[in-house]
T-cell receptor, first 114, second 112 residues
Framework: GAVVSQHPSRVICKSGTSVKIECRSL??????MFWYRQFPKQSLMLMAT?????????EQGVEKDKFLINHASLTLSTLTVTSAHPEDSSFYIC??????????FGDGTRLSIL | DAKTTQPTSMDCAEGRAANLPCNHS???????VYWYRQIHSQGPQYIIH???NNETNEMASLIITEDRKSSTLILPHATLRDTAVYYC?????????????FGTGTSLTVIP
């Protein structure tokens, strides 16, 4: 089945640094990619939707200057958490869809900001 | 946007069928129902989806009521590995693409 790869799976860094997370669709062309955030014992919250070659659309309350999204190709989207602070610590999950494929999710990135 | 409501938690005996209900009473005519599950610390896994008709695949069956206001996911023979949080989602069509808004899901525990 379709696979979405997310990297890194876990990152720990100091407050104030920027962190980039990659999301790749391995065997289908992902015209649309999505980024979610999940806090412990809570459901997934959609952060933004990105279409290849265009600017991402952010959900209400999500700072676009804080969470930079780039979707430069049909197989790769990146999320950069800029100037990360402890409150940005969370589980970030991407998903990809394209053609007749349903959304397929990566295995998530656990971000811990010290 | 269509909202889904599910029971918070359920138990099921190993080997028995697990029936997970979902209400989506505000669903629109062209909105699909999707089911995913999430095992701890992993990304959600696609299970099945449908529009009007009942659907079956190697993982599960999806029963959608005639008025489309509710559905049931059936795992025919639950195993311990089916313990997970199950999300019923209505796919919302937007200009930017088809989006999922996750509800709280049902935490299914399969008991030996």
């Amino acid at each position: 089945g379709a696979v979405v790869s997310q990297h890194p799976s876990r990152v720990i860094c100091k407050s104030g640094t920027s962190v980039k997370i990659e999301c790749r669709s391995l065997d289908f062309q992902a015209t649309t990619m999505f980024w979610y955030r999940q806090f412990p014992k809570q459901s997934l919250m959609l952060m933004a939707t990105s279409n290849e070659g265009s600017k991402a659309t952010y959900e209400q309350g999500v700072e676009k200057d804080k969470f930079l999204i780039n979707h430069a190709s049909l197989t790769l989207s990146t999320l950069t958490v800029t100037s990360a602070h402890p409150e940005d610590s969370s589980f970030y999950i991407c998903s990809a869809s394209g053609g007749r494929e349903p959304q397929h999710f990566g295995d998530g990135t656990r971000l811990s900001i010290l | 946007d269509a909202k889904t409501t599910q029971p918070t938690s359920m138990d099921c005996a190993e080997g028995r069928a697990a029936n997970l209900p979902c209400n989506h009473s505000t669903i629109s005519g062209n909105e699909y129902v999707y089911w995913y599950r999430q095992i701890h610390s992993q990304g959600p896994q696609y299970i099945i989806h449908g529009l009007k008709n009942n659907e079956t695949n190697e993982m599960a069956s999806l029963i959608i009521t005639e008025d489309r206001k509710s559905s049931t996911l059936i795992l025919p023979h639950a195993t311990l590995r089916d313990t997970a949080v199950y999300y019923c989602i209505v796919r919302v069509r937007r200009d930017t693409g088809n989006q999922f808004y996750f509800g709280t899901g049902t935490s299914l525990t399969v008991i030996p």
